[in-house]
């Protein structure tokens, strides 16, 4: 059974460039999702794919967008960096979106934006 | 509001001594809760859910409705315990997990 990984491990970027991170899911599994991981603080839900659709957004701005492929992989892309987005980007995912199922996350993608 | 509150930044003890991580939410509907902790150098990963009311590596944690608080509670600390331990609720309707600050557990020889 594979885990879930992420690509980049690192990214360097300068404010108002864009940005694209990728997610493989573990296999068998149909939903992802993203969250944002400051300095010290506990991760936050940016948004979920379920079976390539969006299945519920956290409290981010527009120019955090997503996709998930048919294979289940998915992508997060954010816009218009801004010095605020430097983070740890965490995928998680879970066989499907009910109580219940477990999110399972990758190693994350620590984004710096300069 | 849906809220999970760690009230700890840093807990300290000493090799064999009883740990407590404290964990506080807030819910409307019915809680499901979790524990995930990392390691050094090491992903997320899950510790423990209160639906499944497993033991693992010793620690349990129980849900209390009454005090809507799920502590995570181990009777003897050992070395390799020390991580960063985050509580967190699943939101039934999104399905989005929400998370506490976090917690780092030191234990010192």
């Known amino acids: 059974e594979t885990g879930v990984t992420q690509s980049p491990t690192h990214l360097i970027k300068t404010r108002g460039q864009q940005v694209t991170l990728r997610c493989s899911s573990q296999s068998g599994h149909n939903t992802v999702s993203w969250y944002q991981q400051a300095l010290g603080q506990g991760p936050q839900f940016i948004f979920q794919?379920?079976?390539?659709?969006?299945?519920g957004r956290g409290n981010f701005p527009p120019r955090f967008s997503g996709l998930q492929f048919p294979n289940y992989s998915s992508e997060l892309n954010v816009n218009a960096l801004e010095l605020d987005d430097s983070a740890l980007y965490l995928c998680?995912?879970?066989?499907?979106?009910?109580?219940?199922?477990?999110?399972?996350f990758g190693p994350g993608t620590r984004l710096l934006v300069l | 509001a849906q809220r999970v509150t760690q009230p700890e930044k840093l807990l300290s003890v000493f090799k064999g001594a009883p740990v407590e991580l404290k964990c506080n939410y807030s819910?409307?509907?019915?809680?499901?809760l979790f524990w995930y902790v990392q390691y050094s150098r090491q992903r997320l990963q899950l510790l423990l859910r209160?639906?499944s009311r497993e033991s693992i590596k010793g620690f349990t944690a129980d849900l209390n409705k009454g005090e809507t608080s799920f502590h995570l509670k181990k009777p003897f600390a050992q070395e390799e315990d020390s991580a960063m331990y985050y509580c967190?609720?699943?939101?039934?309707?999104?399905?989005?997990?929400?998370f506490g600050q976090g917690t780092t557990l030191q234990v010192k020889p």
């Open positions: 998680a995912s879970s066989l499907g979106t009910g109580i219940g199922e477990t999110q399972y």
């Open positions: 209160h639906i």
């Open positions: 819910y409307s509907g019915s809680p499901e």
């Open positions: 967190a609720l699943l939101s039934s309707n999104t399905g989005k997990l929400i």
């Open positions: 794919y379920y079976r390539e659709e969006e299945n």
